[in-house]
């Protein structure tokens, strides 16, 4: 059997909701209480069963008929009272359009950085934000990534020009691999200063919430999330843009453990993505966390089996965790010894993408009104 | 990295399917990406040997020969080239399932007859049977590949394309994978140590070796094999640097690659005859230097860069490349053979600085162990004196300035469960460890841990914590949630406030879009109406991908702007649009200051025609309302004064003024900047600067009692010069205690008003606090305002 009484029961009221025509009524009728309708069915259907589930369907099923045929007479009633108005003079046509409103909507991204903000917010997380234009010391060094760092290619950056005007000075270092060029260079690159760039990363800003703790501007415990755009000196495509956004997150208390990272990642993947979704929880390497986590999902079209969304694999990584480094820690003049810490992050862009069935990351920065009224 | 699973189970045993093999890996850190099977459609090949070749009497370019197979012999027609007697070769039954080596395509092989002659199966080339593109000729096995064998057994093999973190240097190697199968899947490991003949004379005293700058090479090891000869190299060594991605080239370069892919160690060969004065010396590259690498191009190298030289000039870029002045050719016999450290940041700048990513180099900055150099050398030296008739000289030329010592390591088991939240014993976190090659020494409850010496990535305990939580399982971890923190702080006020004014603006009508934060000077240049507009203070990227992105934006108004122009080619209602994003304002020495900013804007009507009419196109009175309402909503009120913003018409614009300081502007966008932005209707828009408004956003708000006592409205329309303002005909009436309220109901001009004079009419309600207020009480206030305004402004009751 394909569908219990009551399911079948709520499917139909709702339907019945949208029905104003003598038709319509009809057409509904036949659908679910005719000869052939989907309850009958049913009904029919329980000569198979053994005796006591009979039983037990039997009333159910006859519960819904009776409801069901209540609902009819009522709906019979309404249609009927609603051309004997609109049959007298002057009564109104009341399926003309209403006057329409203006009728505004968040941003898709917007939707989500709230709706996964407000997850985490209910499990205690306080939302902070923190600069775009970043030094390079929050971005990576304070993160275990020195100029050398192997992670830095796979970041690729802008680094933002001392001073104003002048824009022939560095015209020469356009070269795209700056990204990777060691650090003496840089610095002579920008006149001995410090490297700014824009943040790859909001990771940047678990940095900054970790350092102000040794700076006496926050206290421990912290719980936090950290949303914000990014940027990647990366050739724009289907999926790869060079402006994001990510969401990270830190916790820091006595007695934070691995457990409680997969248990707080678990509980976010099961309020955002559905109950049902499988997890997978695997080892894996950010120069700022040890021991380091991909969290991937069960792919939503193939569910397990591989497909192209899912590169065959059968699951999509939608985030990169780990306990907090001790470095990183100590850094920030935290004592590792004493506390514990856990990191995340997870792009905004992708998780939208996945959610909605987006195959284009560049339609959500072209305001294209045909695409963002649909959400 | 590409890993043959039959390369790998000459190292460790291996029982689970490759499916399950590359699960375990997986979850462990090295994600296995893909799998190619080889030889999965070989059912029906196998290995023969040619007996004889005949003519084909109707082809000259065909021939007949005829193959042992052990069992049976069997006749096919052949077109290769390459066919010799006594050549094993692989043949393919009737209804194999060979690829077509014209269109690609899988086919089955049928029967068929070749210029009159029955051909019983085929010999194949490495591109029918999905080896290779190669198809010059057939595919030749070497010598002791047994008779009768199917092919798949023989040649078939699994290639695991592994994901390697850059954390384990020791792990893009078949025998690192191996070390991680071997602790995944508890079986063992098997490396074999290396022995060799040393045939020749010692090494010492034929081969000098310096190390000039210890800093950026803490060791290096080299091997001498003299008598070699240039080939190729054995076919079974050809097939598995193909397998896993690599060109064979000759036998020396061949058996470095091998090794490489082997042990995970670089290794690089010189041609010895070439290294002048027999020294190695290993030191910085002198200013202004150039040295022409291996691919023939002149490369110019600093003193940030290592260099491996001998007495006169540099010979190779140490990790990088090697030099052509030392290049192993066809006349080279005698090899000294490198296996050296480098510190991972030299290589990676001097890889990055001359362009030159090679795999050796990819490798070397990643920190590979010095450890790992010593069995990589004998392993190569001895495949050298195997394969290419060498002679070893006896012993290695050594330097190892970088030796340390690791001090072992202590772990508890509180150690582990403090960060994993897991309840793992000692013995559980002791056997992961020893699995992987760790040393565990008991010391009461604790362990002693000694890294072994292929693992540069471990340094502190929550190194080993990782590495035991990986052999056990991440799935083995239990599940809790942290603990809300008691003193939660207050969120970010600027955070709520965004959220709100997004959420009333779409109440408003308004969509909300997310543009990119990069812009040109162009661009922001066509933002101002003025014939001189002021240079704009902007941050600049130092490396901009386009000039259309090479400037941090100071203000959101072109992104809207370039928004309503692209939707209105397919819109023809009205487009109202807001963003809040940052602008970024340079300070000196300092980051930018990133300012939240809403900007929004109105062209065209709010709502779509429909049959209750058109709707109404924006004015500016409907843009001031709309800041109005957003105001009201978060408990302000500000005032409007004039402004000059030079992307809006003079004529209409107002600053949104509060306490005196301008949170925003609001007005008519100038025609010609409009025009600038290809946009042909009129359209108005208005910004305000977040973190300035949010100091008047009243957080917490009192209730103030209901008025008990009802109120009196009246009516009064007065006259007064056009050029007097509302406002301050408001402010005045405002100012007297018992008016609760002034609402403007009517402007008026023309008609029965004098000329230069307007007619103002407000609706004022009075009301008291304490009592009923009386008809005389009213009039009394109601004419105090009249003379107040008469007196101040010159304004009368309308006759
Ligand atoms: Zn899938």
Known sequence: MSEQPEQLKIKALQELEGVTSADKLEQWRVRYLGRKGELTLILRSLAELPPDERKTLGARANQTKVSLEEALKQKEQVIKEAQLVAAKKGGIDITLPGRPLPAGRLHPITQTLHEICDIFSAMGFQVVEGPEAEWDYYNFEALNIPPEHPARDTQSTFWIAHGTGNREKSASVNTGTIGAVSPSVRYEMEGGEKPMLLRTQTTSVTARTIAEVGEGKRQLPIMVVEPGKVYRYEATDATHGWMLYQIDGLVVDKHITMADLKGALYEFVHRYFGADRKVRFRADYFPFVEPGVEVAIECAICRGDGCRLCGDSGWIEIAGAGMTHPDVLRRGGIDPDVYTSFAFGMGADRTVMLRYGVDDIRLFYGSDLRFLRQF | ?799
């Open chain 2, 1 to 799: 990295m590409k890993i043959s699973l039959k390369w790998l189970k000459e190292y460790v045993d291996i029982a689970l399917p490759a499916e399950e093999l590359a699960h375990k890996l997986t979850m462990a850190g090295f994600e296995v990406e893909g799998m190619r099977v080889i030889g999965g459609g070989w059912d029906n090949v196998v290995i023969g040997k040619i007996l004889a070749i005949n003519p084909h009497p109707n082809a000259d370019r065909l021939t007949l020969p005829t193959i042992d197979l052990g069992t049976e012999q069997v006749t096919v027609v052949c077109g290769a080239p390459n066919l010799k007697v006594g050549v094993k070769v692989s043949y393919a039954r009737v209804g194999a399932q060979l690829i077509d080596a014209h269109t690609g395509q899988v086919a089955t092989l049928k029967a068929a007859k070749i210029r009159g002659i029955a051909s019983n199966g085929m010999l194949c080339s490495e591109r029918e049977l999905g080896i290779s593109d190669s198809h010059t000729g057939i595919l030749t096995l070497p010598d002791d590949a047994p008779l009768g064998m199917p092919l798949a057994d023989y040649m078939g093999d699994v290639i695991l394309d592994v994901t390697i973190t850059p954390n384990r240097p020791d792990c893009p190697s078949v025998i690192g994978i191996a070390r991680e199968v071997a602790a995944l899947t508890g079986q063992s490991l098997h490396i074999p140590e290396i022995s060799y003949q040393e045939a020749g004379p010692s090494i010492e005293g034929q081969v000098g070796l310096a190390i000039r700058a210890p800093d950026l090479c803490p060791r290096y090891c080299a091997s001498l094999v003299t008598g070699v000869k240039l080939a190729e190299s054995p076919v079974w060594m050809q097939h598995r640097l193909q397998d896993c991605g690599m060109r064979p080239i000759n036998n020396i370069v061949d058996i470095t690659n091998y090794v490489m892919l082997e042990y995970g160690q670089p290794l690089h060969s010189f041609d010895f005859e070439r290294i002048r004065g027999k020294k190695i010396i290993v030191r910085r590259a002198n200013h202004g230097e150039v040295l022409i690498t291996l691919d023939g191009v002149e490369r110019k190298l600093s003193p940030d860069m290592l260099v491996i030289a001998d007495e006169d000039r540099a010979v190779a870029v140490a990790g990088v490349m090697g030099g052509a002045n030392t290049e192993v050719t066809g006349s080279t016999t005698t090899i000294l053979l490198e296996a050296a450290s480098f510190n991972p940041a030299s290589i990676h700048y001097t890889g990055r600085t001359l362009g030159l990513p090679s795999e050796a180099c990819t490798r070397f900055e990643r920190g590979i162990s010095a450890g790992m150099t010593m069995p990589a050398l004998k392993r190569a030296t001895q495949l050298l004196v195997e394969l290419c008739g060498g002679v070893a000289a006896r012993g290695i030329e050594e330097a190892y300035p970088g030796k340390t010592e690791r001090a072992p390591l202590s772990l508890s088991a509180g150690d582990v469960n403090r960060i994993l939240g897991s309840d793992f014993s000692l013995e559980q976190i002791n056997n992961a460890l020893t699995s992987l090659g760790f040393e565990c020494k008991r010391i009461d409850s604790s362990l002693l841990v000694a890294t072994p010496y292929w693992r540069s990535d471990i340094r502190l305990t929550v190194d080993l914590i990782e590495e035991v939580a990986r052999v056990i399982g991440y799935d083995q971890i239990p599940m809790t949630m942290p603990v809300q923190p008691l003193n939660k702080p207050a969120p970010t006020p600027i955070i709520g406030l965004k959220r709100n004014v997004s959420q009333i603006l779409t109440g408003l009508g308004f969509q909300e879009i997310i543009t990119y934060s990069l812009t040109s000077l162009e661009t922001m240049n066509n933002l101002s109406a003025a014939a001189q507009p002021a240079e704009p203070s902007l941050l600049r990227l130092a490396n901009p991908m386009t000039s259309e992105q090479e400037y941090l934006r100071p203000s959101l108004r072109a992104s809207l702007l370039a928004a309503v122009a692209a939707n209105r080619r397919h819109e023809d209602s009205g487009i109202w649009l807001f963003e809040l994003g940052k602008v970024y304002l340079p300070r000196n020495n300092n980051l930018p200051d990133e300012r939240e900013t809403l900007c929004a804007i109105m062209s065209g009507p709010a709502v779509e025609k429909s049959w209750h009419g058109e709707g109404r196109a924006p004015d500016f009175f409907e843009a001031k309302g709309v800041v109005e309402s957003l105001l009201c909503r978060l408990g302000i009120t500000a005032s409007y004064e004039p402004a000059s913003d030079e992307s809006l018409n003079s004529a209409e614009q107002a600053a949104i003024v509060m306490d005196g300081a301008r949170v925003g502007v609001l007005g008519k966008l100038h025609p010609d900047v409009l025009e600038r932005f290809e946009i042909t209707e009129s359209a108005y828009l208005f910004e305000i600067d977040l973190p300035a408004l949010l100091r008047f956003v009243v957080g917490d708000k009192l209730y103030r009692q209901i008025p008990r006592f009802p109120a009196v409205v009246r009516d009064v329309a007065l006259v007064i010069d056009a050029d007097v303002a509302h406002q301050r005909l408001v402010d005045i009436i405002k100012s007297f205690p018992l008016v609760e309220k002034v609402v403007l109901f009517d402007v008026y001009s023309g008609g029965q008003v004098p000329q230069g004079k307007k007619s103002l009419a407000y609706r004022i309600t009075f009301q008291s606090r304490e009592h009923t207020l009386t008809d005389s009480e009213v009039n009394t206030v109601q004419q105090q305002i009249l003379e107040r305004l008469g007196g101040e402004l010159g304004a009368g009751l309308r006759g």
